[in-house]
Protein backbone atom coordinates (compact mmCIF):
# COMPACT_ATOMS: atom_id res chain seq x y z
CA UNK A 1 0.00 0.00 0.00
CA UNK A 2 1.60 3.27 -0.68
CA UNK A 3 2.65 5.40 1.94
CA UNK A 4 3.95 8.98 2.75
CA UNK A 5 7.37 8.95 4.11
CA UNK A 6 9.38 11.20 5.69
CA UNK A 7 13.18 12.17 6.72
CA UNK A 8 14.66 12.48 8.59
CA UNK A 9 12.87 10.97 11.42
CA UNK A 10 14.59 12.81 14.61
CA UNK A 11 16.45 16.15 13.77
CA UNK A 12 18.37 17.60 16.56
CA UNK A 13 19.45 21.53 15.38
CA UNK A 14 20.58 24.30 17.70
CA UNK A 15 18.74 27.64 18.12
CA UNK A 16 19.12 29.84 14.45
CA UNK A 17 19.89 27.44 12.70
CA UNK A 18 18.31 26.43 9.90
CA UNK A 19 16.36 22.86 9.07
CA UNK A 20 14.91 21.45 6.04
CA UNK A 21 12.37 18.59 6.28
CA UNK A 22 11.54 16.42 4.17
CA UNK A 23 8.45 14.07 2.62
CA UNK A 24 7.66 12.24 -0.32
CA UNK A 25 3.94 12.30 -1.07
CA UNK A 26 2.12 9.20 -2.20
CA UNK A 27 3.24 9.32 -6.32
CA UNK A 28 -0.33 10.22 -7.86
CA UNK A 29 -1.27 12.74 -5.32
CA UNK A 30 -1.64 16.71 -5.77
CA UNK A 31 -2.30 17.84 -2.44
CA UNK A 32 -0.11 18.65 -0.03
CA UNK A 33 0.31 19.27 3.81
CA UNK A 34 2.54 20.19 6.43
CA UNK A 35 1.11 20.02 10.44
CA UNK A 36 2.96 20.01 13.47
CA UNK A 37 2.15 18.56 17.59
CA UNK A 38 3.67 20.13 20.16
CA UNK A 39 4.08 17.75 22.64
CA UNK A 40 1.72 16.69 24.63
CA UNK A 41 -0.91 19.49 22.36
CA UNK A 42 -3.33 19.05 19.50
CA UNK A 43 -2.19 18.74 15.71
CA UNK A 44 -1.77 21.93 14.32
CA UNK A 45 -2.25 22.67 10.61
CA UNK A 46 0.87 24.82 8.91
CA UNK A 47 -0.12 25.10 5.06
CA UNK A 48 -1.16 23.54 2.57
CA UNK A 49 0.14 23.43 -1.36
CA UNK A 50 -1.50 22.36 -4.66
CA UNK A 51 0.08 23.27 -8.26
CA UNK A 52 3.55 24.80 -7.10
CA UNK A 53 1.58 27.14 -5.02
CA UNK A 54 0.71 27.84 -1.51
CA UNK A 55 -3.22 26.94 -1.19
CA UNK A 56 -3.47 28.22 2.36
CA UNK A 57 -1.45 29.10 5.30
CA UNK A 58 -1.97 29.37 9.23
CA UNK A 59 -1.10 32.53 11.57
CA UNK A 60 1.98 29.99 12.94
CA UNK A 61 2.98 29.84 8.89
CA UNK A 62 5.33 33.09 9.81
CA UNK A 63 8.31 34.22 7.33
CA UNK A 64 9.91 31.72 9.01
CA UNK A 65 8.75 28.88 6.90
CA UNK A 66 8.67 27.92 3.27
CA UNK A 67 7.85 24.78 1.55
CA UNK A 68 8.81 23.71 -1.98
CA UNK A 69 8.24 20.92 -4.32
CA UNK A 70 11.50 20.77 -5.87
CA UNK A 71 10.92 18.17 -7.90
CA UNK A 72 8.53 15.57 -9.04
CA UNK A 73 8.76 13.42 -5.54
CA UNK A 74 9.63 15.70 -2.93
CA UNK A 75 7.90 18.18 -0.31
CA UNK A 76 9.85 20.26 1.63
CA UNK A 77 9.78 22.44 4.71
CA UNK A 78 11.89 24.80 5.88
CA UNK A 79 12.42 26.87 8.65
CA UNK A 80 15.19 29.55 8.06
CA UNK A 81 15.62 30.44 11.95
CA UNK A 82 15.10 27.74 14.39
CA UNK A 83 13.37 28.97 17.76
CA UNK A 84 13.06 26.37 20.84
CA UNK A 85 9.12 26.70 20.18
CA UNK A 86 9.85 25.27 17.32
CA UNK A 87 10.27 22.18 18.67
CA UNK A 88 7.05 19.82 17.56
CA UNK A 89 6.41 16.68 15.48
CA UNK A 90 6.18 17.92 12.48
CA UNK A 91 3.94 15.67 9.67
CA UNK A 92 3.46 15.76 6.05
CA UNK A 93 0.13 14.55 4.56
CA UNK A 94 -0.72 14.13 1.02
CA UNK A 95 -4.23 13.83 -0.48
CA UNK A 96 -5.76 12.73 -4.39
CA UNK A 97 -7.32 15.14 -6.19
CA UNK A 98 -10.74 13.66 -5.34
CA UNK A 99 -12.94 16.51 -3.12
CA UNK A 100 -13.90 13.96 -0.55
CA UNK A 101 -10.74 12.05 -0.43
CA UNK A 102 -8.91 11.55 2.94
CA UNK A 103 -5.50 13.18 3.61
CA UNK A 104 -2.65 10.48 4.27
CA UNK A 105 0.01 11.02 6.98
CA UNK A 106 3.50 10.08 7.14
CA UNK A 107 5.32 8.75 10.26
CA UNK A 108 6.66 12.50 10.98
CA UNK A 109 10.13 14.40 11.84
CA UNK A 110 10.19 14.88 15.67
CA UNK A 111 12.43 18.60 15.61
CA UNK A 112 14.20 19.48 18.72
CA UNK A 113 15.44 22.88 18.98
CA UNK A 114 18.24 23.26 21.44
CA UNK B 1 -14.36 29.17 13.73
CA UNK B 2 -14.19 25.60 13.61
CA UNK B 3 -13.44 23.31 16.62
CA UNK B 4 -13.52 19.77 17.69
CA UNK B 5 -13.70 18.59 21.13
CA UNK B 6 -12.62 15.23 22.43
CA UNK B 7 -14.22 15.76 26.17
CA UNK B 8 -12.01 12.38 27.22
CA UNK B 9 -8.56 12.78 27.75
CA UNK B 10 -8.52 8.65 28.33
CA UNK B 11 -10.93 5.54 27.82
CA UNK B 12 -10.62 2.76 29.48
CA UNK B 13 -12.23 -0.78 28.22
CA UNK B 14 -12.14 -4.15 29.19
CA UNK B 15 -11.30 -6.20 26.27
CA UNK B 16 -14.32 -7.66 23.99
CA UNK B 17 -16.27 -5.13 25.56
CA UNK B 18 -17.99 -2.08 23.36
CA UNK B 19 -16.09 0.83 23.47
CA UNK B 20 -17.05 4.60 22.21
CA UNK B 21 -14.53 7.50 22.34
CA UNK B 22 -16.95 10.98 21.90
CA UNK B 23 -16.33 13.68 19.63
CA UNK B 24 -18.15 16.62 19.24
CA UNK B 25 -18.09 19.74 16.15
CA UNK B 26 -18.54 23.21 15.32
CA UNK B 27 -18.18 24.26 11.81
CA UNK B 28 -20.09 26.66 9.45
CA UNK B 29 -22.55 24.45 6.76
CA UNK B 30 -22.54 21.04 6.59
CA UNK B 31 -18.98 19.10 8.06
CA UNK B 32 -16.34 16.50 6.48
CA UNK B 33 -15.58 14.83 9.83
CA UNK B 34 -12.55 12.03 10.08
CA UNK B 35 -11.37 9.44 12.60
CA UNK B 36 -7.27 8.89 12.88
CA UNK B 37 -5.40 6.76 14.89
CA UNK B 38 -1.97 7.34 16.10
CA UNK B 39 0.12 4.33 17.35
CA UNK B 40 3.26 4.87 19.31
CA UNK B 41 6.31 6.41 17.17
CA UNK B 42 4.13 6.40 14.08
CA UNK B 43 2.14 8.66 11.84
CA UNK B 44 -2.10 9.31 11.96
CA UNK B 45 -3.66 6.74 10.01
CA UNK B 46 -6.89 7.42 8.51
CA UNK B 47 -10.38 5.30 10.04
CA UNK B 48 -12.95 6.28 8.36
CA UNK B 49 -14.73 9.73 7.52
CA UNK B 50 -18.34 11.19 6.97
CA UNK B 51 -19.36 13.19 3.86
CA UNK B 52 -23.29 12.52 3.21
CA UNK B 53 -25.21 9.69 3.35
CA UNK B 54 -25.62 6.93 6.13
CA UNK B 55 -25.06 8.26 9.29
CA UNK B 56 -23.23 5.13 10.08
CA UNK B 57 -20.16 4.87 8.40
CA UNK B 58 -17.76 2.03 8.44
CA UNK B 59 -14.19 2.48 8.56
CA UNK B 60 -10.83 0.31 9.21
CA UNK B 61 -10.50 -2.52 11.98
CA UNK B 62 -13.88 -2.77 12.61
CA UNK B 63 -14.43 0.53 13.64
CA UNK B 64 -18.01 2.84 12.76
CA UNK B 65 -19.16 6.05 13.74
CA UNK B 66 -21.96 7.84 14.25
CA UNK B 67 -22.73 11.13 12.66
CA UNK B 68 -25.33 13.53 14.45
CA UNK B 69 -26.26 16.84 13.21
CA UNK B 70 -28.60 18.19 16.06
CA UNK B 71 -25.99 17.34 18.76
CA UNK B 72 -23.07 17.90 16.29
CA UNK B 73 -21.59 14.84 17.12
CA UNK B 74 -19.66 11.97 15.23
CA UNK B 75 -18.65 9.49 18.10
CA UNK B 76 -16.39 5.91 17.10
CA UNK B 77 -17.53 2.83 18.30
CA UNK B 78 -16.45 -0.69 18.01
CA UNK B 79 -18.82 -3.40 18.98
CA UNK B 80 -15.81 -5.68 20.52
CA UNK B 81 -12.64 -4.00 21.72
CA UNK B 82 -8.71 -5.73 21.26
CA UNK B 83 -5.62 -5.17 23.17
CA UNK B 84 -4.37 -4.22 20.14
CA UNK B 85 -6.67 -0.96 19.70
CA UNK B 86 -4.99 0.72 22.76
CA UNK B 87 -3.63 4.28 20.73
CA UNK B 88 -4.58 7.64 20.56
CA UNK B 89 -6.97 8.84 18.44
CA UNK B 90 -8.16 11.91 16.69
CA UNK B 91 -11.21 13.23 15.45
CA UNK B 92 -11.01 16.26 13.06
CA UNK B 93 -13.40 18.38 10.74
CA UNK B 94 -13.18 20.03 7.42
CA UNK B 95 -15.15 22.42 6.43
CA UNK B 96 -17.39 22.01 3.02
CA UNK B 97 -16.64 25.32 1.26
CA UNK B 98 -13.51 27.18 1.02
CA UNK B 99 -10.71 25.62 2.94
CA UNK B 100 -9.14 21.91 3.16
CA UNK B 101 -7.00 21.94 6.34
CA UNK B 102 -7.72 19.76 8.65
CA UNK B 103 -9.14 21.05 12.30
CA UNK B 104 -8.07 18.26 15.16
CA UNK B 105 -9.58 17.86 18.68
CA UNK B 106 -6.91 17.12 21.57
CA UNK B 107 -7.24 13.27 20.93
CA UNK B 108 -8.24 10.59 23.27
CA UNK B 109 -6.06 7.69 24.30
CA UNK B 110 -8.23 4.00 24.36
CA UNK B 111 -6.31 1.97 26.64
CA UNK B 112 -7.92 -2.05 26.13
CA UNK B 113 -7.05 -3.87 29.06
CA UNK B 114 -6.88 -7.60 28.79
Known amino acids: EPEVTQTPSHQVTQMGQEVILRCVPISNHLYFYWYRQILGQKVEFLVSFYNNEISEKSEIFDDQFSVERPDGSNFTLKIRSTKLEDSAMYFC????????????FGPGTRLTVL | AQSVAQPEDQVNVAEGNPLTVKCTYS??????LFWYVQYPNRGLQFLLKYITGDNLVKGSYGFEAEFNKSQTSFHLKKPSALVSDSALYFC????????????FGTGTRLQVFP
Open chain 2, 27 to 32: VSGNPY
Open chain 1, 93 to 104: ASRGSGTYNEQF
Open chain 2, 92 to 103: AVRAREGTDKLI
